[in-house]
């Protein structure tokens, strides 16, 4: 599934963060690594009557990225046996990698983005809602760490939690979630499903101790949540069924909580994954999601890849 990896680079360490998973993938899959950076044209200027053209500056610019941009690709190419090409782009930098995207036969893009710090003057931190707009392609977001980048290092991609919410939509994760985790060694993929409870967590037995009518109302509460459970349980086991069919070594949890973003977040944290997978609509950027407005939180929270995907129909 994965032939052609981009690799969005712009001149930062934060960005080369990216590369690590990226080498790993490439490696596995025997994949080509794109390396690419986006060179904004430089608007002309008239000072005191006098023209100054900025097409000198320009070449400088983009001489410069790409005598980066091989030098990275050298020092992958020592780390392992891949094909890397480089290509220095020109142009609004969202715009122009969705065109090579489009045109470029790319089946993932890796890159990096901010967290819950600000990082308004790296430019790959806010192109990654933009892409999510309009790519249909799987994108790895990587969350940047404070240690320095170690091509050494692989990251432990294939113990992925993958949440889904009960739609096909969602459903739709699942290909290249595992795809890429089957790369890796020991894949173990958890499915994950967040539902809201139904009585609110303030409320308790001993506030309806004596009333009869509350605790009838109470049982029909729990039995109502139970069902919920039931059908989530046995939806997420006909999903496992499906995977392992195919080899695939997986496991299924339903999670009570009524904040879907916090359960997944839980859920890396208490599997120890190094991957998290969801799908987004993405119609007006991270905001507007399959699983309730809550991928945004993930990547923001997250400490792991988080692969997104906007899915088809």
């Known amino acids: 599934m994965y032939r052609t990896i981009l690799v969005p680079l712009d001149g930062s360490p934060f960005s080369e963060h990216a590369l690590p998973s990226a080498l790993a993938i490439a490696r596995r899959a025997g994949a080509k690594i794109r390396l690419v950076s986006v060179v904004t044209p430089l608007a002309e200027a008239y000072v005191e009557g006098l023209y100054f053209s900025t097409a000198d500056l320009q070449d400088q610019l983009s001489a410069r990225q790409q005598k980066y941009l091989e030098a990275i690709a050298a020092r992958l190419r020592d780390r392992a046996a891949v094909s890397v090409t480089t290509e220095v782009l020109h142009g609004e930098v969202s715009a122009t990698l969705n065109h090579q995207i489009d045109v470029g036969g790319i089946d993932l893009v890796v890159m990096a983005t901010h967290g819950r710090g600000a990082m308004g003057r790296f430019w790959l ?5 933009e892409m999510l707009r309009h790519v249909n392609i799987p994108l790895l977001l990587v969350r940047p760490g404070e240690e320095a980048v170690d091509l050494a290092h692989e990251p432990p991609l294939g113990k992925a939690v993958v949440a889904l919410d009960g739609t096909p939509l969602a459903e739709q994760i699942l290909e290249p979630a595992v795809a890429l985790a089957g790369l890796m060694p020991l894949a173990e993929i958890t499915l994950m499903r967040a539902i809201h409870s139904v009585v609110p967590v303030t409320a308790t037995p001993d506030v309806a101790a004596g ?35 195919k080899g695939v070594t997986v496991r299924a949890e339903v999670v009570v909580e009524d904040q879907p973003a916090s359960a997944i977040l839980h859920e890396i944290e208490s599997t120890r994954a190094g991957l998290v997978a969801i799908a987004t609509h993405a119609r007006s950027g991270l905001g507007r999601l399959v699983l309730g407005s809550v991928a945004d939180k993930v990547i923001r929270g997250a400490h792991v890849p988080v692969l997104v995907y906007h899915p088809r129909g």
């Open 125 to 129: 931190g806010s192109v990654a809602d």
């Open 211 to 245: 009333q009869r009518e509350a605790r009838q109302l109470l049982e029909q509460v729990t039995q109502i949540q139970g069902k919920l459970r039931g059908e989530s349980e046995k939806y997420l086991d006909g999903v496992c069924a499906r995977l392992r069919d």
